[in-house]
């Protein structure tokens, strides 16, 4: 009877036994599958860590690489300032130098200007008072004088070929405003001597010299037409 009895605590034992085996090998199949997931997640974590690194690195480079071009063109600009604040340093000097040249030219300009209009203003003030002079003998020389709206002096003589007293000789001279020189326009008959004349007219200044001059070379063609004719 107690063998019986133990024989069926002994079945009981294994059978709880076996029950508390199975379930602890359930648990441990699931720990197991658990690690696994586990294990395979952090290598996935893993990969996936060592490919941000290298997307990382990459990035650290080129960010090293655009620092390096941006400090030599920050080095360069900086170089550029220096360069500017000298010539900003020196600009006050320039400007000076520059205004005192624009003054000493403008003098020199207006200075000149004046000068020459004052000569010319005394040359065709002098032609003028010459011409009031010269009408006075107009009728006595066959002299007249006409001023026309380029300001050219035209003088015309009568009188001077004998053959034909109303023959009209005539000089047209001007004073130039830029240079305030006598200018020949105009001479008929034409005179091989007029350029001497007027050359002669510019450095003595002498208009009443000039007419009687000029006078007195249209005599001396119109006596040689005379005699070339007869």
Not at 12 to 17: I, N
Not at 102 to 107: C, E, F, R, V
Not at 133 to 139: I, K, M, P, Q
């Amino acid at each position: 009877m107690q063998i019986q009895n133990l024989q069926t605590d002994i079945n009981v034992v294994e059978g709880k036994l076996d029950s508390w085996v199975a379930a602890n090998e359930e648990v441990l199949e699931n720990t197991r599958n658990g690690h696994r997931r586990v294990l395979q997640d952090a290598h996935g974590n893993i990969q996936q860590l060592r490919q941000q690194q290298k997307d990382y690195a990459e990035q650290g480079s080129k960010l090293r690489q655009r620092m390096t071009t941006e400090k030599e063109r920050e080095n360069k600009l900086q170089d550029e300032i220096n360069e500017v604040k000298k010539t900003e340093a020196t600009l006050p000097d320039i400007l000076d130098e520059s205004r005192r040249r624009i003054q000493k030219l403008k003098s020199s300009a207006d200075s000149e200007k004046e000068g020459v209009e004052k000569e010319v203003a005394r040359r065709t003030s002098q032609v003028e008072d010459l011409s009031t002079a010269v009408e006075l003998y107009r009728s006595r020389l066959g002299l007249r004088f006409e001023c026309t709206p380029e300001r050219v002096m035209r003088t015309i003589f009568t009188m001077i070929d004998r053959t034909m007293p109303e023959r009209e000789f005539v000089i047209g001279v001007r004073v130039e405003e830029a240079s305030g020189q006598y200018q020949v326009l105009e001479c008929n008959p034409q005179l091989a001597e007029m350029d001497e004349l007027c050359q002669t007219l510019n450095t003595t200044n002498d208009f009443g010299g000039f007419i009687r001059a000029v006078r007195q070379k249209f005599q001396e063609k119109a006596l040689d037409q005379a005699g070339r004719s007869s």
